[in-house]
C-alpha cells in the first residue's frame, strides 16, 4: 500500500499531465482583474524583444495568452496571470499571501510581537518583502583585526529573500494556507503548502527539479530578475548562509516544506570578532 505523501504524489503527477494549475482557467475572474500596465510596461519589456511585439501585432489578451498567462478560448486570465499582474489574486485564490510574525522567543508558543500580512501580484508582493527585509534584518560591527571592524547581518539578506521568493513559486495555491515567514529569536523558519511534487523526493533533493507552477516560477526572469527561480532553486541559498556560518535546514512534510536560517553566530556573540573567516 502507498502512505499519503506518495499518493499525494501520484494525483499531482496526473494532474501535470494534463496541465500544471498556474495553467488552467480562472473562470470567476475577467481580463480587467488583471494590471495590464504592469504586464505592458513591466513584464513584457523585459521578457519580450520590441521588434517581436511591433512585428506580430497581436491583442492584449492574445500577447497574454501566448505567455500562458491568459485563456482565449474561456476569455479569462489564467491562474498564472492572476498570480503575476492581478489587482486581487486572494480574490480568487485565499492562500495567495504571506503571513509575518515575530515571536519573543524560539517557540511558537512565545509572545507575538509583529503580526503582519502581504498580499497582492507577485512582483508586488515582492516589493513588499523587500521593504520587510530591509525593516528586520539587522547589522553591527564586529572586530576583526585591531585597525578593521566589519559589519555582520544577523542572517544572510539574498539568501532569504530567494527563500521567500521560491516558497511563493512553488507552492500550492489549491491550499487555503499561507506561506509562512516565522521569525524567532534564534533563527528565521519560511513553511510553504505543498510537499515536494512530481519526481522530486527528500533523497534526491536538491539535486532534481520538478515544477508545480512552472509559469510563475519562470515569471521573475521576465519581471525583475535575470534567472528563472527554479533554475537555481535551493541550491544557490545554500552558498549563503555558510558565509554567515549559520546553515539553511529542509524539512520534508506531506503537506509542505520548510527551511530554516539560524542566526548568524558572530551576529550573536559582538565583539568577539572572527579572525580565521
Known amino acids: ?32 482583474d ?31 495568452a501566448a505567455l500562458h498567462f491568459y485563456d482565449l478560448r474561456r476569455d479569462c486570465p489564467t491562474h498564472a496571470g492572476l498570480l503575476v499582474f492581478g489587482k486581487q489574486p ?8 504571506v503571513q509575518y510574525l515575530r515571536l519573543g522567543g ?13 498580499a497582492g501580484n507577485l512582483m508586488g508582493l515582492m516589493h513588499s518583502l523587500d521593504a520587510l527585509l530591509d525593516g528586520i534584518l539587522e547589522a553591527r ?26 516558497a511563493i513559486c512553488h507552492r500550492n495555491y ?11 529569536s534564534d533563527r528565521l523558519e519560511i513553511t510553504n503548502p505543498g510537499g515536494l511534487y512530481g519526481d522530486v523526493s527528500a533523497e534526491n533533493f536538491p539535486r532534481l527539479t520538478d515544477y508545480r507552477n512552472p509559469i510563475v516560477a519562470e515569471a521573475p ?13 535551493a541550491r544557490r541559498p545554500g ?25 548568524s553566530t558572530r551576529f550573536a556573540t559582538p565583539g568577539t570578532g572572527d579572525r580565521g573567516a
Not at 8 to 16: K, N
Open 1 to 32: 500500500m502507498i502512505n499519503e505523501s506518495e499518493e499525494r504524489m501520484l494525483t499531482e503527477r496526473r494532474v501535470a499531465t494534463v496541465r500544471t494549475f498556474d495553467a488552467r482557467p480562472c473562470p470567476e475572474a475577467r481580463p480587467d
Open 221 to 233: 526572469q521576465g519581471a525583475w530578475l535575470r534567472e528563472p527561480v527554479w533554475a537555481r532553486g
Open 174 to 184: 489549491e491550499s487555503n494556507a499561507p506561506v509562512r515567514f516565522h521569525r524567532f
Open 141 to 166: 560591527p564586529v572586530r576583526v583585526t585591531n585597525l578593521r571592524d566589519e559589519t555582520v547581518w544577523d542572517f544572510p539578506r539574498s539568501a532569504v529573500r530567494e527563500f521567500l521568493l521560491n
Open 239 to 263: 552558498v549563503a548562509p555558510r558565509q554567515w556560518q549559520s546553515p539553511a535546514r529542509f524539512t520534508f512534510e506531506p503537506a509542505g516544506v520548510g527551511v530554516s536560517v539560524a542566526k
Open 106 to 118: 524560539d517557540t511558537l508558543t512565545a509572545a507575538v510581537q509583529v503580526s503582519r500580512e502581504f
Open 34 to 64: 488583471l494590471e495590464v500596465d504592469l504586464f505592458l510596461h513591466g513584464y513584457r519589456q523585459a521578457a519580450v524583444a520590441e521588434e517581436v511585439v511591433r512585428a506580430n501585432r497581436r491583442s492584449v489578451e492574445e500577447q497574454l
Open 90 to 97: 486572494r480574490h480568487f485564490l485565499p492562500g495567495a499571501y
